[in-house]
């Protein structure tokens, strides 16, 4: 599910927001092709604009990797997979809404088991297509949560929505990351749902767009 035109409105919301560039990968999907296919697109990617072979106008050192969803996945995971290969970290790592554990211990994976927009069961579907092999689902760079430490890693901006069984998928994640003394800024979208970037007529997520706009901005040091 998904691709560059059917998810360029995350792109759009943040350009209305921010002078800035803003590359869209085209990674591979599950489950035609599953872990690590996407992963390693993302870090082609990276590495691609890290040695300024995508466009000379681009900055190779002002680098901020950002995702919503399966792509807040990607994104942590990317920050895992450079400091593993003792590579510099991107400056920021956006994370909304992401999916960072396979198992379903966590209370908002109970609480909002039938949640608007995304279930439980659609959660648990998306995993075996990404993640086929169960061993895999215990691999830091398929689900982030399973890292042994957060140390070395980027800043972190993570939004979570209120009413989302995967809510409390980054309210851990941050945890690890203050824990391990990484900076890390976490927005709770009062009565949001999963998916509610989509909508930025909505007052609350413009709140979110907003506050996550600020938070690049202060990372790039972008001028006021």
Same mark, same amino acid.
């Given at each position: 599910m998904g691709e560059l035109d059917s998810h360029d409105w995350f792109a759009y919301a943040?350009?209305?927001?921010?002078?800035?560039?803003?590359?869209?990968v085209d990674y591979r999907l599950a489950p035609e092709h599953p872990w690590p296919a996407a992963v390693q697109d993302t870090?082609?990617?990276?590495?691609t604009l890290r040695a300024g072979l995508l466009a000379e106008t681009l900055s190779c050192e002002r680098l901020l990797v950002c995702g919503e969803s399966a792509g807040g996945t990607l994104a942590a995971a990317l920050c895992l997979a450079l400091r593993d290969a003792d590579e510099r970290q991107p400056l920021g790592q956006g994370l909304l809404y992401p999916v960072m554990t396979a198992q379903e211990t966590l209370p908002s994976v109970t609480e909002h088991a039938n949640a608007p927009f995304l279930t439980r069961a659609a959660v648990r579907a998306c995993v075996i297509d990404y993640l086929p092999r169960l061993s +895999?689902?215990?691999?830091?760079?398929?689900?982030?949560?399973?890292?042994?430490?957060? *140390? $070395?890693?980027?800043?972190?901006?993570?939004?979570?929505?209120?009413?989302?069984?995967?809510?409390? &998928?980054?309210?851990?994640? &941050? #945890? @690890?990351?203050?824990?391990?003394?990484?900076? *890390?800024?976490?927005?709770? $979208? /009062? #009565?949001?749902? &999963? $998916?509610?970037? @989509? +909508?930025? *007529? =909505?007052? /609350?997520?413009?709140?979110?767009? +907003?506050?996550?706009?600020?938070? =690049?901005s202060q990372v790039l040091s972008l001028p006021t």
């Open positions: 943040l350009l209305e927001r921010l002078p800035v560039a803003i590359v869209s870090l082609k990617a990276f590495r +895999d689902r215990d691999v830091p760079t398929a689900m982030p949560l399973n890292t042994p430490t957060c *140390s $070395g890693l980027a800043p972190a901006f993570i939004g979570v929505a209120e009413f989302d069984p995967l809510r409390d &998928h980054g309210i851990a994640y &941050h #945890g @690890r990351l203050k824990a391990a003394a990484v900076a *890390s800024c976490l927005y709770v $979208g /009062e #009565g949001l749902v &999963h $998916g509610c970037l @989509r +909508d930025d *007529s =909505i007052s /609350e997520v413009r709140t979110l767009y +907003d506050a996550f706009a600020a938070w =690049i």
